[in-house]
């Protein structure tokens, strides 16, 4: 039988940390047959692919996407997989369409995640075909997906299809035992499906969409730890993974995440659990070092097994006048975002009242944990109907106008129309040193891309190519901080065994998931700004990455789908190349770590 793909004289990385090689890998049946170092008969074979001074890797594997309504309307996910992206994981940040009806699915979801709510509902409802969770892993089985899928259940999702979004988000409302144990016999169902755990949010940041519950909080931040013990427990007995974040505003809450991790108190084993964000915050500069020594001691002393998702990219941010959810942490903000007319918002933002209190507010968030910075001359306008602003901060207009920096970065929105003025700041991992340490810290873990999310705010879709992009620049430069190996190994085999997943790994047997990467390619362009329209969703322009010099090719299962910067015919449409991934053999070992 002739081989259906051939891979020849690549540099094969095969997820494990090992060493790499040129050698040629065989595939046929959507699997790697043979890796061998002398050439492989191609008679027959119809796709022939010489990667030499090229590298192949196992495919990405994305553990933190937002993809859950784009997967109905698109399953080719196309940003992730032209970047080398094979594998990603739905339902993060307590967010999940498995239970909900298909309004209290799009309120959930669309304005925390930044993706306009009548997209969010027609996807949900001219494509739903499922009322449990066993019956949603099958719809999106049946699928053309592109990339291979897996999924969460999302503490939001499960509380509102057992209490109701009302009752959900009503903060006098305690789940009755009935309740309660309807949630974790749902949370088993699910788990039982082949989802691989169940994800959380308790920062209050995040709001509802829609009319009828609109600004209130997720369901998931109304949860007393009572009820988030009940469903971890359910976790524990399955050997399933939590993935949440704690309180901003209370960051001694995350401890709570590690006594429910714990295998102390009696219990056999420990609970995975994968928390936001790690990070080099311009906020907190010396948090930093918390997330290494702290974590580490933490999970030594309590024998528990908690990491922080990692983004190893500078974390740069766009805005739309005030459409950022940054500043849902000032009530003045929520108040604002609250109004969906664009005339009654900028009234808003002139009135003097109004002005006062978010100044007073903005000034005392100063002194607490925050996410953002609140530094306006570290915010640049990129675009402006008064053109002689761009390029100027909003901290020097106040300067140059004697304001306080609020007030100047309101009366440039009230003049020019508030969503007409787009700009953009760094909000962390602004330190080189600090990010390179970040990369090799074993308590972090590759991921929050927030991929399919926040359209117009961010665009991480090609974070493994710029992780590569550094380490080789270092390599090169003699001052390296992790061997491409060790790198590859990060964004593929470890997240895969962490998070429970059958993939990232390239060897013989394994599934033939990979991405070919020229390192030529891996240049200046893999940090540009782009833009593309989504046709899904009403033309709207969103930030993506285009650096398709990198990513000679994309396979899934053995399928090239992607090439020279195109797709395959068909491809999301008529071709399916991935598959729902259910959560992996519970008896399998997990986290492997690779020294750098």
Request: charged share 25%; proline share 5%.
């Amino acid at each position: 039988m002739p081989y259906d793909v051939i891979v020849r004289n690549g540099r094969w990385f095969d997820g494990t940390g090992a060493p790499p090689r040129v050698t040629n890998l065989g595939v046929r049946g959507g699997v790697v047959e043979v890796v061998s170092d002398e050439p492989l008969d191609d008679i027959g074979c119809p796709d022939v692919v010489d990667a030499s001074g090229k590298w192949v890797l196992p495919g990405f594997i994305d553990v933190h996407t937002h993809y859950d309504a784009e997967v109905l309307l698109d399953p080719g996910l196309r940003e992730s997989v032209r970047h080398g992206v094979t594998t990603v994981l739905l339902g993060n940040c307590s967010l999940s369409a498995v239970y909900a009806t298909n309004e209290d699915a799009a309120d959930l979801f669309s304005r925390v995640e930044a993706v306009p709510r009548q997209y969010v509902l027609g996807a949900l409802a001219d494509n739903k075909t499922w009322t449990t969770a066993a019956e949603y892993v099958e719809a999106l089985d049946a699928l053309p997906l592109g990339p291979n899928v897996s999924s969460l259940l999302g503490h939001s999702d499960l509380r509102t299809s057992v209490l109701g979004l009302g009752r959900a988000t009503d903060d006098t409302v305690r789940p009755t035992p009935a309740e309660l144990r309807a949630m974790t016999t749902k949370l088993a169902e699910a788990l039982d499906a082949g989802l691989l755990g169940m994800s959380g949010m308790d920062s209050a940041i995040d709001k509802l969409d829609g009319d009828r519950y609109r600004s209130r909080g997720l369901p998931s931040t109304f949860a007393t730890w009572r009820e988030r013990r009940a469903l971890i427990a359910v976790l524990r007995k399955r050997r399933r993974m939590l993935q949440s974040a704690p309180d901003v505003a209370r960051p001694w809450t995350a401890l709570l995440f590690f006594l429910s991790s714990s295998a102390m108190f009696g219990r056999r084993e420990g609970v995975r659990m994968s928390l936001l964000v790690s990070a080099d915050s311009k906020a907190a500069p010396g948090a930093v070092g918390v997330f290494g020594r702290g974590t580490r001691l933490l999970n030594r002393v309590l024998d528990a097994n908690v990491r922080f998702q990692h983004l190893p990219v500078p974390f740069e941010l766009y805005s739309d006048g005030i459409d950022l959810p940054v500043f849902e942490e000032f009530g003045a903000g929520t108040a604002a975002l609250h109004l969906r007319d664009q005339l009654e918002r900028n009234d808003l933002l002139a009135d003097v009242e109004y002005r006062r209190e978010f100044r007073r507010e903005f000034d005392r968030k100063k002194l607490g944990p925050t996410l953002w910075h609140r530094d306006f001359h570290d915010a640049v306008i990129v675009e402006c109907p008064d053109e002689t602003l761009i390029g100027k901060s909003f901290g020097r207009i106040a300067d140059e106008r004697g304001l306080h920096p609020l007030d100047a970065f309101l009366d440039v929105l009230v003049d020019n129309g508030e969503r007409n003025v787009r700009w953009t700041t760094t909000v962390a991992n602004h330190r080189q040193r600090q990010l390179d340490k970040l990369a090799t810290e074993p308590t972090v873990h590759m991921g929050f891309s927030d991929a399919g999310a926040h359209l117009r705010n961010m665009a991480f879709y090609n974070y493994g190519l710029r992780l590569l992009k550094r380490a080789l620049v270092a390599e090169r430069a003699g001052r390296p901080f992790m061997t491409i190996e060790h790198a590859v190994h990060r964004l593929t085999a470890e997240v895969a065994d962490w998070f429970g997943l059958d993939a990232g790994r390239l060897r013989e047997g394994d599934a033939a998931n990979f991405v070919i990467v020229d390192p030529a390619g891996l240049d200046d362009s893999v940090d540009g700004y782009h833009e593309s329209p989504v046709e899904f969703y009403g033309g709207l322009s969103r930030m993506v990455n285009r650096n398709d010099a990198a990513v000679v090719a994309t396979a899934v299962n053995g399928q090239i789908v992607y090439r020279s910067g195109q797709f395959r015919d068909g491809y999301g449409k008529t071709v399916r190349s991935g598959r729902f991934l259910r959560a992996a053999d519970a008896s399998r070992p997990t986290v492997t770590t690779v020294p750098a």
